[in-house]
């Protein structure tokens, strides 16, 4: 079955980074376009960044020049760098994969707290 975990998060000053990880499995990953969602108490999750099955990346403008995803194939890890992060990242963060057919599948999410 599809399972996708993620791992990465932690407590981080304002300015710093954090890289985090999502291992999947139970699908071709290579063939898939990967995404991470973030969600905040009480708010619904929004999608921070995606990066197609060929590589290619979209952001949502509040990460724009400072979140970075990647992904290697070879693992079947998709990456989100975080870089330069403020207060208002603070979040869980989720992997999440749709697959036509097959279905939408989360991750369990991180939590990433950074402290102003």
């Known amino acids: 079955q599809v399972q996708l975990v993620e791992s990465g998060g932690g407590l981080v000053q304002a300015g710093g980074s954090l890289r985090l990880s999502c291992a999947a499995s139970g699908f071709i990953f290579s063939s898939n376009a990967m995404n991470w969602y973030r969600q905040v108490p009480g708010k619904q999750r929004d999608l921070v960044a995606s990066?197609?099955?060929?590589?290619?990346?979209n952001y949502a403008n509040s990460v724009k020049g400072r979140f970075t995803i990647s992904r290697d194939n070879a693992k079947n890890t998709v990456y989100l760098q975080m870089n330069s992060l403020k207060a208002e990242d603070t979040a869980v963060y989720y992997c999440?994969?749709?697959?036509?057919?097959?279905?939408?599948?989360w991750g369990q999410g991180t939590q990433v707290t950074v402290s102003s």
């Open positions: 999440n994969v749709r697959r036509s057919p097959g279905g939408e599948y």
């Open positions: 990066i197609s099955s060929g590589g290619s990346p």
